[in-house]
Structure formats: C-alpha cells, structure tokens
C-alpha cells in the first residue's frame, strides 16, 4: 500500500476530512477520473465524479446505498452510458470503450453477483481468465492455486457447489489470472458468514501487498477504510469527501453519517 496525505489538495471541512477529490498530479494516477458523468440508458447515476488511484495503492469507496459507488467501477470498466468527463487508465484514454478492449490494458473486474460460470469447473473458469491469451499460462494459474489452495483441490468442482467465500476467491483469482495493474471488486464481503469475512479482507490485503492495485467497493466501511489507502465517500452519484483510510475514520461528520456512529 502506498499513499503520502502531503499530496492530497486539502480544502477541509472543519472536521478533519477533505472535500477535494483528486490528487495534485495527475502523472501520479495509475486511474484517474475526472468529472465523470455516466448512467444507464438516459437515466445519469454519476456526476462530475473525481478518483484517482496509484501504482500499488489500495482505494476504498463507501456511502450510501443508492449513492452510485458500484456505477462507478462499472464505468471504468465500459458497462455503463458514458456522458462526459474522462477515464485515463496507464495515461490511456478509455472513456466510452468496451470492456473486451479494457481488460487488455491491465484491469481485473470483479462484480457482486454472477461472478462466476457456475455450470463450468473451478479449473475452466480460471481459464475462462486467460481467454484472450493464445496458451493457458501455467504460471500464473499456480500463483493463482498458491494464493487460494481451496481452488486447487476443488479444481474439479463445478463452480456452482462451492461456497460464498469460496466462490469469492475464485472470481477474484479468475481475474488475476491476467496479472493486472489494477484489481476491481465490488462488495467482496457481501453474503459471506462472519467469521469469513476477516479473511477475505486478508486475502485482499495480501493482493495488494504483492503489488496490484486495488479499488474497492465496500458495504463494511469501517473495516475497508481501516485497511485501505485512501477512501473516497459517495453521495447522490457525487464526491462529497475523500482522504485517507484513518483520516475518514476519525471524521466526527463522516462516521455519524456514513459509518453508524
């Protein structure tokens, strides 16, 4: 993980927390996303959105339901109407492209549901990760077996009868499976057992310590901002606070509103 506060633009609140939503440079930016406006269909969710995340670093975004945070992976991702604004991914322009274009430039999605082929076995749909490459690389997938044993000996299992948890991990590695800069995951912990949950945020953890980085949407605010870099906080498809993960969290204003108290 990696992020220096001495970079943020700080316009305060009075309460500890930064409105800004960017970073000085934006060289520095692995992602950068400026005054992005996107939706579905005619329907706009998103509003003169900023975010940026760097090389390695780990991004968390949080808020209310409703408030647009998954739309906005999504649109990085090609998944939505574009209406404005700009995505630059590895100084590239990929505002309005395909996702099919998009995974080639480095960035791994994993969405909440439907993250898996659940017909296919756990070796296939790892697989299925490395479709657009012309052989299987054996490499990786071992990586991928090393980081999540459970996978390799389920290898032969139907997707469909694994656990949550275990379902998680497979999605998450069918999408490392590319070795992207940029892994994105949206709401990893939802529907896991208690008990589980720690340990996917651990696995994540160690995701991002090997040198991939991470945006995340995340129902657990506390737990992902206790972890993360940075976080930005979403409201009505808009930035309303951004800074890094503890800051947010010691925020009297951010914690009442966003975070139970």
């Known amino acids: ?8 633009e700080t316009t305060g609140t009075g309460t500890g927390a930064s409105t800004a939503s960017t970073l ?4 520095q930016s692995l992602l950068a996303v400026r005054d992005l406006d996107a939706g579905y269909g005619d329907l706009q969710v998103l ?9 390695g670093e780990y991004v968390t975004i949080v808020g209310p339901n409703g408030a647009g945070k998954s739309t906005v992976m999504k649109s990085v991702f090609g998944l939505t109407t574009y209406m404005g604004g700009s995505v630059r991914f590895d100084d590239r322009d990929i505002a309005d492209e395909q996702p099919e274009e998009i995974i080639h430039y480095g960035i791994g999605y994993v969405p909440q549901n439907e993250n898996v082929f659940a017909g296919l ?12 490459l012309d052989e299987l690389p054996e490499d990786r997938l071992d990586e ?5 044993p459970i996978l390799r000996e389920r290898s032969e299992q139907k997707a469909g ?5 275990q379902r998680q991990m497979l999605a998450m590695g069918r999408a490392l499976m590319l ?25 994540i953890d160690a995701i991002n310590e090997s040198g991939t980085a991470v945006l995340m949407v995340e129902q657990n605010a506390k737990e992902a901002l206790r972890r993360c870099d940075r976080g930005y906080v979403l409201v009505n498809g808009g930035n309303r606070f951004m800074d890094d993960g503890d800051v947010l969290l010691g925020d009297e204003e951010v914690r009442q509103e966003f975070l139970g108290g």
């Open 179 to 203: 070795d992207p800069q940029l892994l994105m995951l949206d709401e990893p912990s939802a529907g896991l057992a208690p008990d589980l949950v720690d340990e996917m945020f651990d696995r």
């Open 47 to 55: 509003d003169s959105v900023d975010l940026d995340v760097r090389p």
């Open 161 to 165: 009868n694994l656990s949550g948890g």
């Open 144 to 148: 991928v077996f090393d980081r999540f």
């Open 24 to 27: 000085d440079d934006d060289a």
């Open 121 to 132: 076995s756990v070796r296939e749909n790892l697989e299925m990760g490395a479709y657009i």
């Open 1 to 8: 993980m990696s992020t220096d506060s001495n970079d943020v």
